[in-house]
């Protein structure tokens, strides 16, 4: 018999805040991280989602005696120490670094590699510091990369590999990361509009998220969320476009959910990935109706926290949790006008719900695709 799979704990480190809690409360007064910023030199400013340096410097510090780390991985300390002192490492517990860019902020000026810039190297060093027994995973899989990191831990866990996991994503706005979005135009000239007629493109963001992911409940849980299925396809359409047909996000949105046993009719929310390009938000529109989800109120969290690459995943997945144990859909901010071909259900304000099924998607660069099946339990 397939053991079930239990998300237990979770917290994120955003512009919107430094747990959990501060970001709910930001999200329910719409509040946005996204603002102009200044970050290539002798270049125009950028809408992005940037946390705080200052804000940031005194809350490690007043955590972390040891100063030690760059700023990325001071947004991942911060994450994952809660969790860690809520929940015991055993020696069957693995730890799963979900990244896409890493320390790359770390070859700025730089003539030859330093060791800190290699995912592999970044992972061990969180690690180490938390003293886990078992060897580092690194899931860097473009902007499915927090999702899939969910999924990793799952299927490692039912696999008899480990008993439990500590999951955390994280990536950082970067010059690196911003001209190459820049290069081939996909920033939006203002803070963006996923699924709107007047979209233009994505803002950049940046934070970490964390979650606990166990087969073995005590009496100590605050809230349980069981992943039901996943699934990750590649449909293999281009280097940075996604499909037209949403071939890709239609399959692994109908394997997550046939392996959940969950129909459409079922699911009460969507978190989707909507960056607010042009072709991503009409191929998630053209999958979800194929799958026959128009109806199923559906947000984008971009308008908050932007696109957080190897962070968005997990970052909206632990927000669509919060949302079910609050009973409250947030809206897809900056939405006003239907700007997709197929109907879709975007929230618009904040509204009450029971929520008890969430599907949570992603999409990202090379075509790659991936879903998951969540339960309130």
């Not at 990369?145 to 990536?171: E, H, L, P, R, T």
């Not at 009719?265 to 053209?286: C, K």
């Not at 970052?315 to 071909?341: C, D, Q, Y």
């Amino acid at each position: 018999m397939t053991k079930d799979i239990y998300i237990t704990d979770y917290n994120c480190v955003t512009p919107l805040g430094f747990d959990v809690q501060s970001n709910w409360k930001a999200l329910l007064e719409g509040k946005s991280g996204v603002a102009l910023h200044k970050i290539i030199e002798n270049h125009e400013a950028f809408f992005v989602s940037k946390i705080d340096s200052a804000k940031l410097e005194k809350e490690f510090s007043t955590n972390f005696d040891n100063q030690n780390f760059t700023r990325l991985e001071k947004m991942l300390l911060l994450s994952l120490k809660p969790l860690v002192e809520r929940n015991p490492i055993s020696d069957e517990t693995a730890f799963i670094l979900s990244t896409t860019k890493g320390n790359i902020s770390l070859l700025k000026n730089e003539t030859t590699l330093p060791d800190g810039v290699y995912l592999s190297n970044l992972a061990q060093k969180l690690a180490d510091f938390f003293e886990f027994k078992t060897k580092p995973i690194v899931v860097s899989n473009a902007c499915v990369s927090g999702v899939m990191a969910i999924s990793v831990a799952k299927n490692m866990i039912q696999a008899g590999k480990y008993k439990d996991a500590f999951v955390v994503a994280g990536d950082e706005i970067s010059e690196f990361v911003i001209s190459g979005f820049n290069s081939f135009q996909a920033i939006g000239s203002e803070p963006c509009k996923p699924y709107d007629k007047n979209r233009n493109g994505i803002n950049l963001g940046e934070a970490t998220a964390s979650a606990y992911i166990t087969s073995e409940l005590n009496q100590k849980e605050k809230f349980k969320f069981k992943i039901l299925g996943d699934s990750a396809i590649n449909d293999a359409n281009h280097i940075s476009g996604p499909s037209r047909t949403g071939d890709g996000l239609f399959a692994s949105v109908q394997n997550a959910m046939k392996e959940a046993k969950v129909s459409s009719e079922q699911i009460d929310f969507i978190s989707a990935h909507g960056t607010a390009t042009l072709y991503n938000d009409e191929m998630e529109a053209i999958a979800f109706n194929r799958m026959d989800l128009k109806n199923i109120p559906l947000n984008s969290m971009k308008g908050y926290y932007g696109h957080c690459l190897g962070a968005s995943g997990l970052l909206e997945s632990l927000i669509s949790m919060e949302s079910a144990l609050k009973s409250t859909l947030i809206p897809s901010k900056n939405f006003e006008e239907m700007g997709v071909s197929q109907d879709l259900n975007i929230i618009k304000e904040n509204q009450s719900a029971e929520i008890k099924y969430i599907l949570k998607t992603a999409s990202g660069f090379g075509g790659c695709n991936a879903a998951i099946v969540l339960e309130k339990c």
